[in-house]
């Protein structure tokens, strides 16, 4: 069982930047793959970002170049870094834990999935 608990969410202008941290329970952190979803009002979630166990990383086109995922296994937490905000970033942002298979963009693949936390871009 993991509990994934979201932080660093805010209201920014676009143009700038936050970090995202999810914190993991339990000391199996180090065998799930972790990743990144997001689900703006009106849409289907959708998958941002994420990093393997051996921190091999994956990303949407629309946010490549943008957002960087990194992983802390001592500290039990995923990041995920994002530069140049823009409006469309709005969402609500989730991490979430996989332990079995291979590095996926699949959100049905993953077991554990965190509360959320509010991201907004404004103008």
């Known amino acids: 069982q993991v509990q994934l608990v979201e932080s660093g969410g805010g209201l920014v202008q676009a143009g700038a930047s936050l970090r995202l941290s999810c914190a993991a329970s339990g000391r199996t952190f180090?065998?799930?793959h972790m990743g990144w979803f997001r689900q703006a009002p009106g849409k289907e979630r959708?998958?941002?970002?994420?990093?393997?166990?051996?921190?091999s990383t994956h990303y949407a086109?629309?946010?490549k170049g943008r957002f960087t995922v990194s992983r802390d296994n001592a500290?039990?937490?995923?990041y995920l870094q994002m530069n140049s905000l823009k409006l469309e970033d709005t969402?609500?942002?989730?991490?979430?834990?996989?332990?079995?298979?291979?590095l996926?963009?699949?959100?049905?693949?993953?077991?554990?999935?965190g509360q959320g936390t509010q991201v907004t871009v404004s103008p």
Do not use: M
């Open 46 to 55: 959708e998958f941002v970002a994420a990093i393997s166990r051996s921190s």
């Open 91 to 102: 969402a609500v942002y989730y991490c979430a834990a996989d332990r079995w298979g291979a």
């Open 30 to 32: 180090g065998d799930y």
């Open 61 to 63: 086109d629309s946010v």
């Open 75 to 78: 500290k039990n937490t995923v």
């Open 104 to 113: 996926t963009v699949v959100s049905d693949n993953y077991d554990y999935w």
